[in-house]
């Protein structure tokens, strides 16, 4: 990623070039409104969550988060599914939601999901003609809220995965949202809430206990994925690295959001990363991961298999 200073490798010399890049927007984010569960009307209806996901995404897509500067193709891909389920009041919503954070991997034209998070209390507010106006000090609603939650943990999570605990600034920014959030009575704020709502996602980002989850996101990423088409073996060796640490914080915080949401996003990867491994190895990874994600132990059957 360029911000400024870019590194150049030629004939074993390192060349430092200071890059003049213009200011952009940091996120690519893909945004779906599925609302198939609510009885709608033909027209006038659909056409409002038309608008919806039009706002939204201008939102998140067209702010500046960050002091940084960023390249248009640098800009941080993402996914967000909303689902409407309920709507018990005129222009309120009861919804669930996905957020996916994309990283593109050196040298490949792959991205991994490098953390993908089920929001299961999406609740707000929605009117066409609200505006969406963001003040990072003060709690406009919930809407606002959870939007601008989401975009701080992309830039902190894709951060982390650049650079040993990169992301720490905008992990801070999440933790506020979710203080400044303590007057919505949506139950996603609150510590007495679900386990996995977003108040835990930023306590666990915070946490001192979690640290070392947030290095392994770099080793897993920066050290291993990157450098895979290299040297595949010693990239499968880092990654069993990484997910032996990810055990012994797991062992501190068992059943934390935050890797949880790890394993959601990267099950299906790490049966694709092995499935050429020496079936020594697989059988090691197999061990760790019904440890790690019990959850999936008949999926994670097919390494031995």
Known sequence: MLKGLVLFF????????????????????????????????????????????????????????????????ERIKCNLVITLTQSPSQNYYLATSQFQILRPIYNTDYESVSLSYIDRNFNFTYTPSQPFDYNPNVFTNDLVGMLAFYAHLALAIDYDSFAKLGGENYIEKTFDLVNIAQQSNDAGWKQSGDSRNRYWLAENLMSQQLIPFREALYQYHRLALDRFLVSPENARKQILATLYEIEKVIQLRPATVLINSFFDSKSEELMSIYKEAPLEMRRELYELLIKLDPGRSPRYMALIN
Do not use: H
Request: charged share 30%.
């Open 10 to 73: 030629f004939s074993g010399l390192i060349i430092i070039s200071i890059m003049a890049v213009s200011k952009a927007q940091e996120l690519d984010c893909n945004v779906v409104v599925d609302y198939k569960q609510l009885a709608t009307n033909q027209g006038t209806e659909t056409q409002i969550f038309e608008q919806m996901k039009k706002d939204i995404s201008t939102f998140i897509n067209k702010r500046e988060w960050t002091e940084d500067r960023f390249e248009p193709e």
